[in-house]
């Protein structure tokens, strides 16, 4: 059940430039989308998050993009930070529970 | 920053016996959960509750599986034979109101559930 999809399973940027992360999900119902990243031998910390009726929600370095007709959402962070490495993990909410991507793993380059 | 509490976090059990799992959410939530993750795999849902009642559950989530929020802090995950497949991390999260109201769910750092 691929439901949301995170096709790069590792994303590798030079610190500084703009990280972009991207999202894909198949059910056209979904009405509420979330960004987790999460470190080793932690769990996951919210992020950001946007509803279906909004295409861009804006937070500090952090902005994401919904493109419902391409079913489609991406993450901007901008600019990258050593302390971005992490695994990035797009959810979608369908009643009570999240539904995940696979993640991906962001290594910010010196 | 209020957060989430899981205990123990790595717990080793043999086959077949019982293992619980215990939360504590963030204190104003209403909202409680359970996920798993499966090494290499995706993070899975399992049960949401809410007003001492679970919500929704998926199909992971069967007759071996309890939870019960025995006080008014705690939020406890039963497994009562556990298997081999139950080998997995085990995230608690909370929220204040259900997705949608723009709430999001706060995670705690898990139990590492190894059985052998």
């Known amino acids: 059940d691929q439901q949301v999809k995170q096709n790069s399973p590792s994303l590798s940027v030079q610190e500084g430039r703009i990280s972009i992360l991207n999202c894909d999900y198949t059910n056209s119902m979904f009405d509420y989308f979330l960004w987790y990243k999460k470190y080793p031998a932690e769990g996951p910390t919210f992020l950001i998050s946007i509803s279906s009726i909004k295409d861009k929600n804006e937070d500090g370095r952090f902005t994401v993009f919904l493109n419902k007709s391409a079913k489609h959402l991406s993450l901007h962070i901008v600019p990258s930070q050593p302390g971005d490495s992490a695994v990035y993990f797009c959810a979608a909410a369908s009643n009570y529970q999240l539904i995940w991507g696979a993640g991906t793993k962001l290594i910010i380059k010196p | 920053e209020p957060e989430v509490t899981q205990t123990p976090s790595h717990q080793v059990t043999q086959m077949g016996q019982e293992v619980i799992l215990r939360c504590v959410p963030i204190s104003n939530h209403l909202y409680f959960y359970w996920y798993r993750q499966i090494l290499g795999q995706k993070v899975e849902f399992l049960v949401s509750?809410?007003?001492?009642?679970?919500?929704?559950k998926s199909e992971i989530f069967d007759d071996q599986f309890s939870v019960e929020r025995p006080d008014g802090s705690n939020f406890t995950l039963k497994i009562r034979s556990t298997k081999l497949e139950d080998s997995a991390m085990y995230f608690c999260?909370?929220?204040?109101?259900?997705?949608?109201?723009?709430?999001?769910?706060?995670f705690g750092d898990g139990t590492r559930l190894s059985i052998l």
């Open positions: 509750f809410y007003n001492n009642e679970i919500s929704e």
């Open positions: 999260a909370s929220s204040l109101w259900v997705q949608g109201s723009n709430q999001p769910q706060h």
